[in-house]
């Protein structure tokens, strides 16, 4: 089992960054595989950039160059630095583990808005 606790969603002017965490009740260090998805109101819940155990990234290409995941094995935190957001960044965003089973945080709300 792992629970997952996102956190630093807030709201932003278009243009600025926020960086959000997720925080695991366990050690992530070999977690197969650990992301970031959001769903904005209406839509289906989609990926926005996954982090493996072994470091390599995958971004959804509507994010790609503006935001950048990572992960800090001994805080057992996993991070999304946004920049550059933009008003269709604006969704829930949603932090998620694989680990034989799949887990999901509870979201953190981001509004991208002037």
């Known amino acids: 089992q792992v629970q997952l606790v996102e956190s630093g969603g807030g709201l932003v002017q278009p243009g600025g960054s926020l960086r959000l965490s997720c925080a695991a009740s366990?050690?992530?260090?070999?977690?197969?595989?650990m992301g970031w998805y959001r769903q904005a109101p209406g839509k289906q819940r989609e990926l926005v950039a996954i982090?493996?155990?072994?470091?390599?990234?995958i971004y959804a290409d509507s994010v790609k160059g503006r935001f950048t995941i990572s992960r800090d094995n001994a805080k057992n935190t996993v991070y999304l630095q946004m920049s550059s957001l933009k008003p269709e960044d604006t969704a829930v965003y949603y932090c998620?583990?694989?680990?034989?089973?799949?887990?999901w945080g509870q979201g953190t709300p981001v509004t991208v808005s002037s």
């Open positions: 366990r050690s992530i260090f070999s977690i197969d595989r």
């Open positions: 982090i493996r155990s072994g470091g390599s990234t």
């Open positions: 998620n583990a694989v680990r034989v089973s799949i887990y």
